[in-house]
Each structure stands twice: as structure tokens, then as C-alpha cells.
């Protein structure tokens, strides 16, 4: 696999193929299985995760839980349906843009 962001994509395709497969044979599965709220809880145990071993633990550590967080991220546009094309979009659309300009926007809708 190469090491580059085309990886997102590749994940997110094989994620996505096991939607509906069975779960007792793989981890991703079982996670659709259980359900889009656990599959919020399981991304937001990994980003808190990430958090700590940027606060107290290694690099090696960070990067570990980043890509564990980044899985659980793709899990979750997947069962919610949003391609990551459509989240590079957004980021392309805001590229150039203030953050503080971008936030205000969004808080006018």
C-alpha cells in the first residue's frame, strides 16, 4: 500500500465492502453491526485517545491512535453514507478561507 492520502481512499473502499458482511469475520462488520451509535462512541474513544498520547505519551504512540481514529472516522461516513470526496470537497471549497471567516459563515446559516 502506498504512503500517501490515495491510503484514505483505499480504507474507506474496504470498509465500505464490509458493510452487511458477516460479523463474526471481521472487526468492521461487527461495528456496523452494532449499529451507528456505537460506531460514534467507538471515533470518539480513539479522538480522546489521540488526544492523550499527544498530551503525555510518544510520537509513536500519537501516530498509533491517530490511524485508529482515522479508521474509526472512515467507519462512520460509511455507515452514514458520505464519500470522502465529498469531505475533500469541503476542504478544497474552504482552502484559502480564514478559519475565523470560515466559522462566521457557518454560524450565519
Known amino acids: 500500500m502506498a504512503q500517501t492520502s490515495a491510503i484514505l481512499e483505499e ?18 462488520a ?3 453491526s452494532r449499529g451507528r451509535g456505537k460506531i460514534a462512541q467507538k471515533f470518539g474513544e480513539e479522538a480522546v485517545e489521540t488526544v492523550v498520547a499527544a498530551l503525555s505519551e510518544g510520537k509513536e504512540q ?16 460509511a455507515d452514514c453514507g458520505v464519500e470522502p470526496a465529498k469531505v475533500w470537497a469541503e ?17 450565519k446559516k
Open 11 to 28: 480504507l474507506y473502499g474496504t470498509i465500505a465492502s464490509r458493510k452487511g458482511t458477516d460479523p463474526d469475520k471481521s472487526y468492521t
Open 30 to 32: 461487527k461495528l456496523f
Open 62 to 77: 500519537l501516530v498509533a491512535e491517530s490511524a485508529d481514529t482515522l479508521y474509526h472516522l472512515l467507519v462512520l461516513w
Open 91 to 107: 476542504l478544497a471549497r474552504r482552502a484559502g478561507t480564514s478559519g475565523i471567516d470560515e466559522k462566521k459563515s457557518r454560524a
